[in-house]
T-cell receptor
Framework: SQTIHQWPATLVQPVGSPLSLECTVE??????LYWYRQAAGRGLQLLFY??????ISSEVPQNLSASRPQDRQFILSSKKLLLSDSGFYLC??????????????FGQGTRLTVV | DQQVKQNSPSLSVQEGRISILNCDYT??????FLWYKKYPAEGPTFLIS???IKDKNEDGRFTVFLNKSAKHLSLHIVPSQPGDSAVYFC????????????WGAGTKLIIKP
């Protein structure tokens, strides 16, 4: 069966420090991968998606970047965190030619607090 | 401008009764709609979906209704159970935007014993 691992579950980082959140998927090949952020009182905001190794599309320009060094690994990074980067970050995967119209499977999420 | 709106931040329902969660959208090009359920400190899990060619889809206790003319969809949970207490997100997509779901802000459902 397919599983998705996302870590860490919680993270407190000072302003200006770097960030690296990792997500890995098991049990499937060539998944579509996504990073979302949920801000308080708002829906999920798609940050990045990837349909293959090295292929990253950004939906919202911001202080973050993403990389996909391996087929089932997706990394969210920042060189210098801002206070506004605080939030709940979710990794997700799906399969299919029209990926977001099918069921997406989410990781447990990372609660990031920038202080 | 929010294209998908869930106007009720929270909803409280007695156990055993019907829960009705509402979602409105503005983009008439949306052709696929999904409901996700989210517990605190967990990722959302897919619940049920509906294509714009249908007006109803049922899965056990969960039924989604779509009214295209009103640009409105609703999720009915019958009967409501304590384990249904969670935040419910409505999401929508259109064929020309293959990778992006547009999400509502969520409705927190509280089932009272």
């Amino acid at each position: 069966s397919q599983t998705i691992h996302q870590w860490p579950a919680t993270l407190v980082q000072p302003v200006g420090s770097p960030l690296s959140l990792e997500c890995t998927v098991e049990g499937t090949s060539n998944p579509n991968l996504y990073w979302y952020r949920q801000a308080a009182g708002r829906g999920l905001q798609l940050l990045f998606y990837s349909v293959g190794i090295g292929q990253i599309s950004s939906e919202v320009p911001q202080n973050l970047s993403a990389s996909r060094p391996q087929d089932r690994q997706f990394i969210l990074s920042s060189k210098k965190l801002l206070l506004s980067d605080s939030g709940f970050y979710l990794c997700a995967w799906s399969v299919g030619t029209r990926p977001m119209n099918t069921e997406a499977f989410f990781g447990q999420g990372t609660r990031l607090t920038v202080v | 401008d929010q294209q998908v709106k869930q106007n009720s931040p929270s909803l409280s329902v007695q156990e055993g009764r019907i829960s009705i969660l509402n979602c409105d959208y503005t983009n008439s090009m949306f052709d696929y709609f999904l409901w996700y359920k989210k517990y605190p400190a967990e990722g959302p899990t897919f619940l049920i979906s509906i294509s714009s060619i249908k007006d109803k889809n049922e899965d056990g206790r969960f039924t989604v209704f779509l009214n295209k003319s009103a640009k409105h969809l609703s999720l009915h949970i019958v009967p409501s159970q304590p384990g249904d207490s969670a935040v419910y997100f409505c999401a929508a997509s259109e064929m020309d935007s293959n990778y992006q779901l547009i999400w509502g802000a969520g409705t927190k459902l509280i089932i009272k014993p």
